[in-house]
């Protein structure tokens, strides 16, 4: 069974870069497609954008300027990158395989809490 | 805001059948799938039902989902204390390109 684990640091500065990375174990990066979400503290969930297996990706509207999502197949990980950070950029931040045959996330990273503060 | 509308909580009793609701549009729910979340307290989100009313393995046959026109429901039948939640729908919105979720529904189970 597929497994993914976030990682990355807890505390980033205001206007500073957010990185982090989703470590997959039990299958191949290659053999999927890939997303992150993030939910604020006490909010819902926000789909933040993926990437196709092929390298192709698509992005939250409201967050397109300031996102990137890469792979890193050698390592089996892919990566989020979010820019310019402001504290409306807390959340816990999950990744997921997603299945484009109906839209939908599976196997769900246990997520990891970002906190933007100087 | 969300483009998924839910309503914010819900309860029921031990035992009982409940119903959660999730109204959507022509360009997402009206067009495409609907998938409901699972959040049980403090962890990860888990998928609860897929494209309209397929469980997962090991999803019970307690929770059953259904979709018609514009609007889906998650049904839960025997409700048990530890159903729990926070639920959330979601689907493919064709205008956004990009995956909606609702608001989410907190279950209380009395």
């Known amino acids: 069974q597929v497994q993914l684990q976030e990682s990355g640091p807890g505390l980033v500065k205001p206007s500073e870069t957010l990185s982090l990375t989703c470590t997959v174990s039990?299958?191949?990066?290659?053999?999927?497609?890939w997303s992150w979400i993030r939910q604020p503290p006490g909010k819902g969930l926000e789909w933040i954008g993926y990437i196709y297996n092929s390298g192709r990706t698509n992005y939250n509207p409201s967050l397109k300027s300031r996102i990137a999502i890469s792979v890193d197949t050698s390592k089996n990980q892919f990566s989020l990158r979010l820019s310019s950070v402001t504290a409306a950029d807390t959340a816990v931040y999950y990744c997921?395989?997603?299945?484009?045959?109906?839209?939908?996330?599976?196997?769900w990273g246990q997520g990891t809490l970002v906190t933007v503060s100087s | 805001q969300s483009v998924l509308t839910q309503s914010p909580s819900a309860s029921g009793t031990p035992g009982q059948r409940l119903t959660i609701s999730c109204s959507g549009s022509s360009s997402n729910i009206g067009s495409n799938y609907v998938h409901w979340y699972q959040q049980l307290p403090a962890t990860a989100p888990k998928l609860l039902i897929y494209?309209?009313?397929q469980r997962p393995s090991g999803v019970p046959d307690r929770f059953s989902g259904s979709k018609s026109g514009t609007s889906a429901s998650l049904a839960i039948s025997g409700l048990r204390s530890e159903d729990e939640a926070d639920y959330y729908c979601?689907?493919?919105?064709?205008?956004?390109?990009?995956?909606?979720f609702g608001g989410g529904t907190k279950l209380t189970v009395l």
């Open positions: 039990g299958g191949s990066i290659s053999t999927f497609h």
């Open positions: 997921a395989i997603l299945y484009i045959d109906g839209w939908y996330l599976d196997s």
């Open positions: 494209r309209n009313n």
């Open positions: 979601a689907a493919w919105d064709d205008r956004l390109r990009g995956v909606i």
